[in-house]
């Protein structure tokens, strides 16, 4: 069992950058896939970015390609999610999440085992 502590979250203006970070509460090392998923107000639940163990292959929705970047520390025990020229519509909470025992579905929600309560974004237009 780990517990995920996502921060960085805020208010930032379109065309701006945000990083977020999330914490585990004991080692992931290379055994877990670390992802990213947001869920706008009335919206499902959605697709981020995700990272391998090893932290050599990452994983992105089409939406946010070439915009966000997903990446590891295995040292602090964190993975961080750098997000660029953000756009009103990235606006949403933005969950953690943590999978053991990968499935080969890195985009589905019912793939990660363990999530973190969340951080809100706001993208001002």
């Known amino acids: 069992q780990i517990q995920l502590v996502e921060s960085g979250g805020g208010l930032v203006q379109a065309g701006n950058s945000l990083t977020l970070a999330c914490a585990g509460s004991?080692?992931?090392?290379?055994?877990?896939?670390m992802g990213w998923f947001r869920q706008a107000p009335g919206k499902e639940r959605e697709f981020v970015a995700a990272?391998?163990?090893?932290?050599?292959?990452?994983y992105y929705a089409d939406s946010v390609k070439d915009r966000f970047t997903i990446s590891k520390n295995n040292v602090n025990n964190k993975i961080y999610h750098q997000m660029n020229s953000l756009k009103p519509e990235d606006a949403a909470i933005y969950y953690c999440?943590?999978?053991?025992?990968?499935?080969?579905?890195?985009?589905?929600?019912?793939?990660?085992?363990?999530w973190g309560q969340g951080t809100q974004v706001t993208v001002s237009s």
């Open positions: 990272i391998s163990g090893s932290g050599s292959t990452t």
């Open positions: 999440a943590a999978d053991r025992s990968y499935r080969g579905n890195y985009d589905r929600s019912t793939e990660y085992e363990y």
């Open positions: 004991k080692r992931t090392g290379s055994s877990y896939l």
